[in-house]
Structure formats: C-alpha cells, structure tokens
C-alpha cells in the first residue's frame, strides 16, 4: 500500500513538473514573439515591389456620356439696389436710373447667429446712401415708384471688416524664422473627381494647369466616406472615431465640434485671420449627423449668412440667386473680402471655401461654376494676392449619388477627387528641396491626412526628411515613398483605388452568402430604430469583386515555425466588394465584405459601406432622431404609403 502511494506520488510530480516545463518554455516562446514585436523595427513586408500601389489612370469614358447632361445657364434676373464696402451702404445708382426709380427707401438689419441652428435678426434701421453700416451679415428691404408702379426688392448680405480682436492678436504673435509667412486658401467643389474637374470645369482646370502652375494631386485617393471623412481628417489628421464623441442625438454627453483639434485653431496661434464657409447649412459638414459648433469656430463664419438664404430667404423660382448674384459666387465673394480686409491690415489668412449648391445632388451642375471660378482666380493672381498665397483647389470625392456612381468607372471616381497645389511663383527658388518634393508626390499615393501635415508645415516648417512607410500621413513638402501602399496610408481595402479586384459570379454562393451577412449587419444597425424603420431584405446582387489573400497575408507572422503555424488560421481572408440591392426601400449599396476562409465567417465594418443611390425622404421618421442612420432607414408609414 505504501508502495502503490509512493509511486502515485512520484507520477504526480513528474507531471508536475512536466507541466512546469512546458508552461516555462511556452512563456518564452510567447515573450520572444512579443518582444520582437515590440522592440524591433516593423519589419518591411515581403516583396514590397510587388505591393506598390497602382493608381489607375483614369480618362472620361464616352460609353458612358449619356449619364451626363448639359444643365441650363443659371440667371439670376434681380438686381441688387445697395452694396456694402469698407462699412458703408452705396445705392446702386446705375439700376435705380435705368429704372426711373423715384422716392427710394432702403432699410437693413443685422443678421446675427445664436448657434450653428439658431440665428436671430437686428431691428431694421435706415440705409441711406453712404450710410455707415457695419453689420457683418445683413437682410436689406427696398422700395421706390416707377413708371410701372410700386417696386421693392429684398437680398441679403455680407461684408468683411477687419476685427479688433484678430488684429490685437497678430500685435502678441512672434514671427519664428521657420513660419513660411503665406496665407493659405482651400477653395473645395463637392463631389468632383479629378476626371470631371477636367470635363465640366475646362477654363478653371487649363487656368490652374497653365497659368498658375498648380500641381495636381494625380494619386489623391479618399479615406472615408462623404463630405466629414475629407474634412475632418484633413483639418485634425485623424479619423472621426480617433477623436471625441460629437454625434447629435444619441448621447446628452456629446460634446461639441469645438473640441476637435482643428487645424485653423493653429494658424489663429500664429496671428492669422481664419474663416470657413459652406453654402449647404443643411448637409454641413459638421451639423448634418454631428452637434456643430457651440462658439463660432473662426473668426468668420459663412454659416451664419447662409442659414438666413437657406432658411428665410430663398425663392423657389431662383432657388440658387441671391439677388443678381448664384449663391455660388456668394461664396467666392464673401472669401475674396476677407482675403482683401485683412490683406489690407497686413495679417495672413486662413479661409476655406466648400461649396456644395452645384454638385452635390447633380453633378452636371457643377460646369456653372467655371466662369466665375475662373474670375476669381485670375483677379486674385492679376492683384498679387497668390504671390503671397498657398492655394488649394480641391473636391472631397467624386459623384456618390447617381447612376454614373453605380458603374465601375463610378466607383473609382468617387475614391479619386481633383486636388492641385498652386504656390508663389518665387516658392521653388527659395524652397527648392520642398518643391521637387511635391512635384515628386503629384504621382504617389496622396491622403488628407497628408493635406493635414502640409497645413502643419505652413504654420511651422519642420523637415524636408524623406517620409517612411511607417508613417500615415507625411507632408507634401517631404517625399512620400514610391512603394507606399493603402494600409500605410491609413486607407481601407474598401476604399483603396490601387488594389487589383477580380470579377466574382453574382450568383456565386460564397458571394450572396456575403450579400446576405451585409444586409443583416444593416439591420443590425437599424435595430436600435426599429420601431420607425422596417427591416430590410435583399433583392438581388447586382455584381461583385474579389480580392484574394495575399502573399504577405499568409505570412504575417515570424518566430518559431509552430508559431507561426498557429498564427496563420485567422489570417486567410478573402475579401468582396459587393453591389446589391434590398427591398423595400430599393437602396442600392456598395459593401465590403470580409470572408474568413478557414472559419467560413464573414465580417462587415460600417465604414466600408457605400450608399450609391439618393435616399430622398425614406428616413424622414428618424432625420432629427437617428442621423448616423439615414443611409439605410426606411419608415415604415412610407411602407403604409406605398401599400
């Protein structure tokens, strides 16, 4: 008995220490992979020359012209009876006496924000001829007898004064010698890829090409999707989910856009004078889905005049004119004052201009705007204002609605917008490595984090230091390597213009298996709603692509062989990019889908989701409630409606 429980005991502690020996080297095997991955370079995939990013080299395809139309020119038949310059009110005396207009009476108030979805109006005071007024934003009534009869006519306007405050703030900044001292403009046109830039804006494109010898952004790709993935990403060089939470409507805790880490709050540091205007109040870039700004964000602030136009004022028989002027050159106008007042005072300027009156909702609209975009140009290079300028013409995608859009020369154009630099025509004499670095970069692989780190270089110049792979955004001043790829630019495979798709069956079962696993993730999303929107169901798959697991996707690991043996399983990964459609809201949609082979699961990220149809009214029963799920809700009294 003694022996039996002596060698019992012995087996226990050669198990014991059987086991310990395992778990030790276990734990050193795990210690050295992790070190080696912690400590070490990141090492460079393999094979890099046959992962460099292949930009296509798009051309207009006139196979698909007839998608495409010639829109009518936009007139805007009032005149304007006053004007505002240097702060005083000037009658237009040309029109009143070709009218014969007798016992004119003017009157103006002042036009004031309370916040990015509130304004409120001034009490209405004389405006005679030469009056002082030094209202910034302004609604004017006229009236005055003619031969007709009574006459009247009302507009609103804007002006830009020098402020006292951003001109005491120039009088505390010390100029560093490694500021380049230039103001920078960004001049943006929504939803225009570098193909139609060219087409439907040929004098705007041949007079930044030829005359202003911009540098145009050949391999500019987008990483997100719509208007805020462009912006914010450019203006704070991060990702919407790598700063604070400001979505409307979800959380009482939602901050405001305040908080962002915004690029003009550093040029404002530096004495300049700073502005931001966009002339669709109600798709704003940061009020559409998000909280907008508590306080107004830069010193000038085209919202506040544009939700008085939008909201008060506009006329459904000229719904793009203010006055005798399209809303468009509104804006280009309200941008050239603020370059001017604060030229004047000596103080550089920061200012963005995006438009979306013409292009966001039809593309054909966006060839209205050539000629005056043109003007504005040369009148600024004809007065010496881009001799002192960094000048940004740029679109923040291509066309994402439309029936264009749901071809597949549609689907890159949406991925590849116009950008073009233009700087001083003296930049490449003094910076003469920072400028062969961005004629370098006009073909490499181009985000807007790297616009980002561009505006950090005009604010304070850093290194002229070739940029590495390991970097997600890098300054067009620096080299951008020729090998970069997607992933180290911080762009998803769903967005990536340079991956090489193979066709996959629409009916192939792995592909609507797919289709199926995206639409569940829809409703997934819509359950939160779900008493408002009903659920969806696929329709069909219209068509999809397929990308297969690479060489450095079968071999993301390294250490010991049985190491690396185990860390291959969940690597394998297939992924289609799938169009389909769902019923009943007859959406149409454009979604990559990950296919873990091995495991035979599929995964679905929400921001490799592309709606490539309007929506119009669908989501009407949650717009105020659940924004972020516009995109994909259809209400169900729509479904009452349409039975």
Known sequence: MMFAFTMKLFRRRRFLKYFFLCWILFAFVYFVQRTDDATAKPRPRKNRSNNVCHLPELHFDKSLEHLFHHPDPLVCPEAEWLFFADGKIAWNHDYLNSKKMRGVECKVREIRRVDDFKIEYGKWIPAGDGDVCR????????????????????????????????????????????????????????????????????????????????????????????????????????????????????????????????????????????????????????????????????????????????????????????????????????????????????????????????????????????????????????????????????????????????????????????????????????????????????????????????????????????????????????????????????????WCSCLDWSPAAADDAVVVQAARTAVAYLNGLLAVAKEYCVELSLDHVRSAVRLQPSEDMMQTSHGFWFWKRAALVPTVVSEYQITFETTPDHGAYEITVAHYIMRNEFKVKEDSISRINMYGDNPACIYDKYEMLRKYCFCRDKLKLNH
């Open 135 to 494: 209202f910034e934003y302004m609604l004017s009534e006229c009236s005055a007898k003619n031969d007709d009869g009574r006459q009247s006519a009302r507009s609103i306007h804007a002006q830009v004064l020098a402020k006292r405050e951003v001109l005491e703030r120039k009088k505390h900044v010390v100029k560093e010698s490694a500021q380049m001292d230039l103001s920078v403009i960004l001049l943006g046109i929504d939803s225009v890829s570098s193909v139609q830039y060219k087409r439907l804006l040929p004098k705007t494109y041949d007079y930044i090409t030829n005359v202003l010898g911009g540098v145009q952004l050949t391999g500019y790709n987008v990483v997100g999707d719509g208007t805020p993935a462009c912006i914010t990403s450019m203006l704070t060089g991060k990702f919407e989910e790598e700063l604070p939470f400001v979505e409307r409507n979800l959380f009482k805790s939602a901050d405001y856009v305040n908080v962002y880490p915004m690029v003009w709050k550093d040029f404002a540091k530096i004495g300049y004078a700073t502005l931001f205007h966009e002339d669709r109040p109600d798709i704003g870039t940061y009020t559409y889905r998000l909280t907008g700004f508590k306080e107004q964000p830069t010193d000038h602030y085209g919202r506040t005049v544009q939700n008085a136009f939008h909201y008060d004022y506009r006329k459904k028989k000229t719904p793009y004119c203010i006055g005798s002027r399209p809303i468009t050159r509104f804006g280009l106008d309200h941008l050239a004052d603020f370059m001017a007042a604060y030229r004047s005072a000596n103080v550089r300027q920061f200012g963005i201009l995006h438009t979306s009156e013409l292009g966001h909702d039809d593309i054909n609209l966006v060839s209205l705007l050539d000629d005056d975009v043109v003007a504005f140009l040369s009148d600024h290079y004809e007065n010496g204002f881009l001799n002192e300028t960094v000048l940004f013409m740029y679109a923040d995608h291509g066309t994402r609605f439309s029936d264009f859009r749901q071809t597949h020369q549609g689907r890159l154009e949406e991925r590849m917008p116009y950008w073009s630099v233009v700087v001083p025509p003296w930049f490449a004499a003094r910076y003469p490595k920072q400028y062969e670095n961005l004629k370098t970069n006009a073909k490499r692989l181009v985000t807007p984090f790297d616009i980002h780190e561009t505006l950090l270089d005009l604010v304070k110049f850093r290194t002229v230091e070739k940029g590495s792979i390991n970097e997600r955004a890098i300054s067009l001043f620096r080299e951008i390597p020729r090998d970069r790829t997607c992933p180290d630019a911080g762009i998803s495979d769903h």
